[in-house]
Structures are given as C-alpha cells and as structure tokens.
Nanobody, 115 residues
C-alpha cells in the first residue's frame, strides 16, 4: 500500500511560480502529476519512472519540471510561467509495477492562477 500526500498549492498571478510536493510512503516504480481543470477530465501533465524517464504534456513543456528525491521519497513539480489555464486541482499518482498503472492517488492540492 502506498500513501501519497500533496502540498504546495496556492494562488498566484499569471507568470508566477509554485512548487508542488508529494510525499510517498511505500514502494513506487513510477509517479506522475495530473491536472483537473474545473469541469474537465483529469489529465496527466508530467510523469517520471526509471524505465521511461520523464514525460510532459505539450501544454507544460518548458514551464514545468518533474523531479524525484529518492532520499526522502518526495515527488516535486516545479511550475513556472503559470497561466490561468493551469488553474485546477493537481493530483499526485503512483504505481508500483513496471506497467506503470497508477493505483494510488493523493487527495489533491488546489492551484489558482489569476490573470
């Protein structure tokens, strides 16, 4: 069983930055961040795994950076040059198998970007 706890959300103006954190307890093989905008489906924005390296959705390439600190089992998402369309809930997800199916989810953290 894996337990995930996100933190770091908040409100910023367009062009600002935030760093999200996700503390994981338990073994994880791959981890990712998902964004759910108001009234829309949850969408993967970034992921990291030993087998595939890093992945970024086109909408965040060059602005967001995903990283994993193995020393304290914490996943980060550095978000720069934020846009109003980045507003929404951000969820951390993790999988424990090489198939990288996300079986574990955090409670989410809210990001609000004002124009």
């Amino acid at each position: 069983q894996v337990h995930l706890v996100e933190s770091g959300g908040g409100s910023v103006q367009a062009g600002g930055s935030l760093r999200l954190s996700c503390e994981a307890s338990g073994y994880t093989y791959c981890m990712g961040w998902f964004h759910q905008a108001p009234g829309k489906e949850r969408e993967e924005v970034a992921s990291i795994s030993p087998g595939s390296g890093t992945y970024y959705h086109d909408s965040v390439k060059g602005r967001f950076t995903i990283s994993l600190d193995n020393a304290d089992d914490t996943l980060y998402l550095q978000m720069n040059s934020l846009k109003p369309e980045d507003t929404g809930m951000y969820y951390c997800a993790a999988g424990s198998s090489r198939l990288c199916t996300y079986s574990y989810w955090g409670q989410g953290t809210q990001v609000t970007v004002s124009s």
